[in-house]
């Protein structure tokens, strides 16, 4: 058995909100942040993928880390994603983000590119030199964006072996198999992964909307939504990405207002 979690619950990943220029909206931001909390959510995750983070300048990730985490004051637990491809950097920001409060960071092992990957050695000094300079946990987020392959068996004796790797936010096909085993194998140095008997109604109740935002809108359609429920002024993304376009904009508001999301009222 996993040893008992210090963070359990739903930990959504915060989008960033721009204005129509394209620059940082803080006061969405914010309203974005309340919304989220007031939902009931359990923590919150910031500067992730899903938030954008690879269109944010470093200046930026430094502005929204810290006006989010002050804004939070405390609330719930807020989980920084820190990642980088340099050590010496990842290490920078993931002690900046502790310094700023943050209850954990979010790491994936460093790439670059399609072609730029690091070997397993060099992956456990990575998640080693990070461990030893912060006091935090560390969640190693096993995502098919970073094209390397993390065994459970890998992922487990880092686990066991690196005092602050204990979360894993496992993103790959067969996920649920992945997380059995690294259980088996690492024990009770894992404390996550989150699972539970509860998500599995909410997933079906949600699934004709979630398989829409996968299939239709991507990232965008978080933003979609808390627009059109007041939460923040503007859904606008940067380009490269693209805008919805309006059709897929009113598939995606009718699926979520036959579920009565609350996303869609509570700035109203």
């Known amino acids: 058995m996993a ?7 739903v930990f959504p990943v915060v989008p960033t909100t721009f204005d129509e220029r394209g620059e940082l909206d803080l006061a ?6 309340d919304f989220l909390i007031d939902a009931g959510s359990n923590g919150i995750c910031i500067l992730a993928n899903y938030s954008e983070q690879f269109a944010l300048t470093d200046d930026e990730r430094e502005v929204l880390m810290r006006s989010i985490l002050e804004h939070v004051g405390g609330r719930v637990p807020v989980i920084v994603t820190t990642t980088h ?3 010496r950097i990842c290490v920078l920001r993931s002690k900046r983000a502790q310094q700023a409060g943050a209850a954990m960071v979010m790491v994936m092992p460093p790439y670059h590119g399609a072609t730029l990957r690091a070997g397993e050695g060099a992956i456990f ?5 990070l461990s ?14 970073s094209g390397t392959a993390l065994s459970a068996s890998f992922l487990a004796r880092m686990a066991r072996e690196i005092a602050n790797v ?6 790959v096909p067969g996920a649920a198999a992945k997380l059995r085993e690294m259980i088996r194998l690492g024990g ?12 599995k109604a909410a997933y079906e109740r949600w699934l004709p909307l979630i398989n829409y935002e996968n299939r239709q809108c991507g990232l965008i359609a978080c933003k979609a939504m808390m627009q059109a429920g ?8 940067r380009h490269p990405l693209q805008p919805l376009h309006p059709a897929t904009r009113a598939g995606l508001l009718e699926l979520a207002k036959e579920r009565d999301a609350l996303a869609l009222r509570w700035g109203k």
């Open 166 to 171: 204990a979360y894993f936010k496992i993103e």
């Open 188 to 199: 009770d140095a894992i404390e996550g992964p989150w699972d539970g008997e509860e998500a």
């Open 3 to 9: 040893t008992a979690a210090r963070f359990k619950g």
């Open 28 to 33: 969405s931001q914010r309203r974005c942040i």
């Open 132 to 145: 030893d300079a912060i006091d935090i946990p560390i969640m190693i987020q096993d995502a098919p964006v």
């Open 85 to 87: 491809f340099s050590s």
């Open 230 to 237: 007041g939460v923040i002024k503007s859904d606008a993304v």
């Open 125 to 129: 000094d990575f998640f080693r030199m």
